[in-house]
């Protein structure tokens, strides 16, 4: 049973760096697309990125100035970084994991984390 | 990016009877190899979103077979055959054929 486990901080101040990192237990983690979400009340589910195992990563443009994924296989390990963040970057952050189909990786979200509350306040 | 549009944006429904979400999106979601990518999430109260279907029509592991999905091209649909307490929460639709994954709006099951 694949379970994704997601940690870190969640009260940031205007300019600080938001950090996550996601823990990937009881599944490979090869060959699958590995991808944070947010969501906020406002703007609903939004795509932020995703990276493979070998570290090749794709960006939600809107964000791409600021953010970077990066992989560690060696502890099954994937993390999120925001950089200057403001207020609207309030959300609940989700990490998720894609899906094979017929043998094909593809990006359907199959496994979900628990979700972070991050909070941007001065 | 692709636009997906659902409705309605609330739907009360009674135990035993079926449900029906649309989701519609600005460009077609067929992809060269025939598929069209298009899945659909349920988020129960309190929770993190969960798969339902994938690719139009295939439902995840553990989904009952109540739950059902088609369309092609810009225009899909899922069916929930026969509503029951536990489905109520909010469902979206996400395309998969763009790297940029974009998702609907969201529509809330409730019961009545």
């Known amino acids: 049973q694949v379970q994704l486990q997601q940690w870190g901080a969640g009260l940031l101040k205007p300019s600080e760096t938001l950090s996550l990192t996601c823990g990937v237990y009881g599944g490979s983690f090869s060959n699958y697309y590995w991808t944070w979400i947010r969501q906020t009340p406002g703007k609903g589910l939004e795509w932020i990125g995703e990276i493979n195992d070998s570290g090749s990563a794709n960006y939600n443009p809107s964000l791409k100035s600021r953010v970077t994924l990066s992989v560690d296989t060696s502890k099954s390990q994937f993390s999120l970084k925001l950089r200057s963040v403001t207020a609207a970057d309030t959300a609940v952050y989700y990490c998720?994991?894609?899906?094979?189909?017929?043998?094909?990786?593809?990006?359907?979200?199959?496994?979900w984390g628990q979700g972070t509350l991050v909070i941007v306040s001065s | 990016d692709i636009v997906m549009t659902q409705s309605p944006l609330s739907l009360p429904v009674t135990p035993g009877e079926p449900a029906s979400i649309s989701c519609r999106s600005n460009q077609s979601l067929l992809h060269d190899n025939g598929y069209n990518y298009l899945d659909w999430y349920l988020q129960k109260p309190g929770q993190s979103p969960q798969l339902l279907i994938y690719m139009v029509s295939n439902r995840a592991s553990g989904v009952p077979d109540r739950f059902s999905g088609s369309g092609s091209g810009t225009d899909f649909t899922l069916k929930i055959s026969r509503v029951e307490a536990e489905d109520v929460g909010v469902y979206y639709c996400?395309?998969?054929?763009?790297?940029?994954?974009?998702f609907g709006g969201g529509t809330k099951v409730e019961i009545k």
């Open positions: 998720a994991r894609g899906g094979t189909f017929y043998g094909v990786v593809l990006k359907f979200l199959q496994h």
């Open positions: 996400m395309q998969g054929l763009q790297t940029l994954l974009t």
